[in-house]
């Protein structure tokens, strides 16, 4: 008995060990902060190079009496300028315009993954739209450390007339601008830029995000949508935003435009221009700002789906 007990555990079965299974290889296409940043940045390249004409005309309407409407301004306009003071102040947006889109969407990436952090949602799952709006207004405050004295410099520019210009370019205006008021007029208007974008990119995404998943077919999925019907969600999708950030437009542009001490902040320039224009003038350029939004943010958000695509196939 004892030699069959030996001779039982020199034959026992060694024992199994398991072998680690093979990582699945890496998948493309996925989510990722430096794409949405990149993507960002071209979708504004093209919302400028649409909507740079009329974002002109909007600023005049806002800060000046001279005209009757955006017709009239963009008649004048070419009668006494020719048709490149449409363009004028370009130069700052477009320079301006990859760092302030890139961070937009970088910040609506990471809006998104602190609500779908904060709301436990699984990973794969659509966030909701008031979520999305959450993701939205939390984009507003990197972008405006960025914005706002691009927006300062361009609307300067924008307001000048042929036989009237101050400055001869942005690095000029910048200059000028830091001669009268020293660095911290260049960041003249920030709260106004930050409640204006906040408030417009609640609207802004909740807009496009809402249209794209009713325009998609049922059992397909968003990101597949054709190339219209992102074109269309994204022309909404800023109208929305200046439908609800008008007001705050008009406010900014008049304190950015303003000669230092016209005005002590933003109440000051909602009270005085109520009180002498009426509410009406908190909607000067509303015209031109829809007719821009259309194309300009279909530009857009067609720049930031098509580049994102690209990105996707390659990694």
């Not at 993701?135 to 042929?162: F, N």
């Not at 370019?169 to 960041?187: C, N």
């Not at 958000?301 to 098509?306: A, I, L, S, W």
Request: proline share 7%.
């Amino acid at each position: 008995m004892l030699c069959l007990i030996r001779e039982s555990r020199w034959h026992l079965p060694p024992p199994r060990i398991p072998r680690p299974r093979p990582r699945p290889p890496a998948t493309k296409g996925q989510p990722s902060a430096v794409k949405s940043f990149i993507s960002g940045g071209f979708g504004g390249m093209c919302l400028v190079a649409v909507g740079h004409p009329l974002d002109t005309l909007k600023v005049r309407l806002q800060t000046s009496n001279a005209y009757s409407g955006m017709i009239d301004c963009a008649k004048k306009t070419v009668a006494r300028e020719g048709f490149r003071g449409l363009y004028r102040g370009m130069a700052t947006p477009l320079i301006g315009v990859t760092p302030t889109f890139s961070v937009c969407f970088w910040g609506y990436d990471q809006g998104k993954r602190l609500a779908r952090w904060m709301g436990g949602n699984n990973p794969g799952e659509a966030l909701s739209l008031t979520q999305i709006g959450f993701a939205g207004a939390l984009s507003a405050v990197p972008t405006t450390l960025i914005m706002t004295p691009m927006e300062r410099i361009k609307c300067v520019l924008q307001v000048q007339t042929e036989g009237n210009a101050k400055y001869k370019g942005p690095l000029d205006a910048a200059r000028g601008i830091m001669a009268e008021s020293g660095a911290k007029g260049l960041w003249t208007g920030t709260t106004a830029t930050l409640l204006r974008d906040g408030i417009g990119s609640v609207g802004y995404f909740v807009a496009y995000e809402g249209i794209k998943r009713a325009l998609t077919p049922e059992g397909a999925k968003p990101e597949d949508l054709s190339a219209f019907a992102v074109f269309m969600a994204g022309g909404m999708a800023g109208m929305a935003n200046w439908a609800v950030a008008i007001p705050l437009d008009v406010i900014k542009s008049r304190l950015q435009t303003a000669p230092p001490g016209t005005y002590t902040g933003v109440r000051d320039v909602f009270v005085k221009t109520v009180k002498n224009e009426g509410t009406g003038a908190l909607f000067r350029g509303l015209g031109p700002a829809m007719v821009r939004a259309f194309p300009a943010n279909a530009a857009c958000f067609m720049g930031v789906e098509v580049s994102m695509k690209i990105m996707n196939q390659i990694w």
